[in-house]
């Protein structure tokens, strides 16, 4: 049997978090409510994907629903609860993995899977970082890593030391790519050639030897690669597990 905290315990709780876990709101005096808390989660997704973060505002929501601005607080506290049910419902619940995929695999299709979220919500990045996952998606996302990670021999407190890890390179990779996207980015394709060329009779005489070398030789590495990025961070997982299971 599942226990329930009691009201007051809930109002001590970080925003969104009790309606993301499908506790019911606090009664209100008035009409029976014509919505609910997943409706209004689900109109502000659809603005958002529509038109960016900012087009899933209280006041569009409530239009695109037919209430006022004013209505929505029978079902939400705060803006900042919608964020927090908004991030939730934008991720949606993780991805399904083969079977028997080991540690590094699976690490690797969970980075490459929430890249593609990223991609197809880049809304999502505009969302403030809250610390750890509380709430349900998110929590099976971090959940899946740590399956992975604690079967390959780490305790459970290390192991979600490596899936922030993880989860902190796909989110830092998300927001690279997007904005070299930018067209107005020195890096966007239609820049970057120009850029090189402003560049390179002054890096030598300025003091950038290095940076010089690499531009005369056309050798930077590919800004929006993932692949080399996240195999040095499973590297460092893979050697953090050695030690591990070696007792160093």
Same mark, same amino acid.
């Given at each position: 049997?599942?226990?329930?905290?009691?009201?007051?315990?809930?109002?001590?709780?970080?925003?969104?978090?009790? #309606? !993301?876990? $499908?506790? =019911?709101?606090? &009664?209100?005096?008035?009409?029976?409510?014509?919505?609910?808390? *997943?409706?209004?989660? /689900?109109?502000?997704?659809?603005?958002?994907?529509?038109?960016?973060?900012?087009?899933?505002?209280?006041?569009?929501?409530?239009?695109?629903?037919?209430?006022?601005?004013?209505?929505?607080?029978?079902?939400?506290?705060?803006?900042?609860?919608?964020?927090?049910?908004?991030?939730?419902?934008?991720?949606?619940?993780?991805?399904?993995?083969?079977?028997?995929?080991?540690?590094?695999?699976?690490?690797?299709?969970?980075?490459?899977?929430?890249?593609?979220?990223?991609?197809?919500?880049?809304?999502?990045?505009?969302? #403030? !970082?809250? $610390?750890? =996952?509380?709430? &349900?998606?998110?929590?099976?996302?971090?959940?899946?890593?740590? *399956?992975?990670?604690? /079967?390959?021999?780490?305790?459970?407190?290390?192991?979600?030391?490596?899936?922030?890890?993880?989860?902190?390179?796909?989110?830092?990779?998300?927001?690279?790519?997007?904005?070299?996207?930018?067209?107005?980015?020195?890096?966007?394709?239609?820049?970057?050639?120009?850029?090189?060329?402003?560049?390179?009779?002054?890096?030598?005489?300025?003091?950038?030897?290095?940076?010089?070398?690499?531009?005369?030789?056309?050798?930077?590495?590919?800004?929006?690669?993932?692949?080399?990025?996240?195999?040095?961070?499973?590297?460092?997982? !893979?050697?953090?597990?050695?030690?591990?299971?070696?007792?160093?």
């Amino acid at each position: 049997m599942t226990t329930e905290p009691d009201r007051a315990d809930l109002r001590q709780l970080p925003p969104g978090l009790t #309606p !993301a876990w $499908g506790a =019911a709101p606090r &009664p209100r005096r008035g009409p029976k409510p014509s919505h609910n808390v *997943a409706q209004i989660v /689900a109109a502000a997704v659809e603005l958002a994907d529509a038109d960016g973060l900012a087009g899933a505002s209280l006041p569009n929501i409530a239009a695109s629903l037919g209430l006022t601005t004013n209505a929505l607080y029978r079902y939400l506290g705060s803006k900042d609860e919608l964020l927090v049910l908004l991030a939730d419902a934008g991720f949606g619940p993780p991805p399904e993995l083969p079977a028997g995929l080991g540690w590094r695999a699976t690490a690797r299709a969970w980075t490459h899977a929430a890249l593609e979220r990223y991609r197809a919500r880049s809304w999502l990045l505009d969302v #403030p !970082a809250r $610390g750890d =996952a509380v709430t &349900p998606h998110l929590l099976g996302w971090t959940e899946l890593l740590l *399956a992975a990670l604690s /079967a390959a021999g780490l305790s459970d407190v290390d192991a979600l030391g490596c899936a922030r890890l993880v989860a902190d390179f796909a989110r830092g990779t998300a927001e690279r790519r997007r904005a070299l996207a930018d067209p107005d980015s020195a890096s966007f394709p239609d820049h970057a050639d120009g850029v090189r060329e402003f560049l390179r009779p002054l890096l030598a005489d300025r003091g950038y030897p290095r940076v010089a070398a690499l531009a005369a030789g056309r050798q930077y590495p590919a800004a929006a690669d993932v692949d080399f990025g996240l195999d040095r961070v499973l590297d460092g997982i !893979a050697a953090f597990l050695e030690g591990s299971r070696s007792g160093h």
